[in-house]
């Protein structure tokens, strides 16, 4: 088994930035992509970003260009940076993550994560 869990949510004003992070922890030997996704009340939870084994990312369109994903595989730690906040980033922010005996799924599909943290909120406002 293995637990993810959040940090860096909350407030923040229009036109900066966030940094969240999520710790892996448990059987992370087992982990293949992981991934960032949002989720707005009443809608489908979307992919933010995603990055493979072999650091490979994908992004959401509507994040490109204002977005990084990285992970630590030593401290099992995946990170978000996001910048140009608006209105529209306002979401329940998770960290997910694939096995990776499989090879690596879709990144854009959340069935394919097996592993879920709590979710971090964040709220763009000013």
């Known amino acids: 088994q293995v637990q993810l869990v959040e940090s860096g949510g909350g407030l923040a004003q229009p036109g900066t930035s966030l940094n969240l992070s999520c710790v892996a922890s448990?059987?992370?030997?087992?982990?293949?992509?992981m991934a960032w996704f949002r989720q707005v009340q009443g809608k489908e939870r979307e992919l933010v970003a995603a990055?493979?084994?072999?650091?490979?990312?994908q992004y959401a369109d509507s994040v490109t260009g204002r977005s990084a994903i990285s992970r630590n595989m030593a401290k099992d730690t995946l990170y978000l940076q996001l910048s140009g906040l608006s209105s529209e980033d306002t979401a329940v922010y998770f960290c997910?993550?694939?096995?990776?005996?499989?090879?690596?799924?879709?990144?854009?599909?959340?069935?394919?994560?097996?592993?879920w943290g709590q979710g971090t909120q964040i709220t763009v406002s000013s």
């Open positions: 997910a993550a694939q096995t990776r005996f499989a090879g690596t799924r879709p990144l854009r599909v959340a069935a394919y994560y097996r592993y």
């Open positions: 448990g059987r992370t030997d087992t982990l293949g992509a």
């Open positions: 990055i493979t084994p072999d650091d490979r990312t």
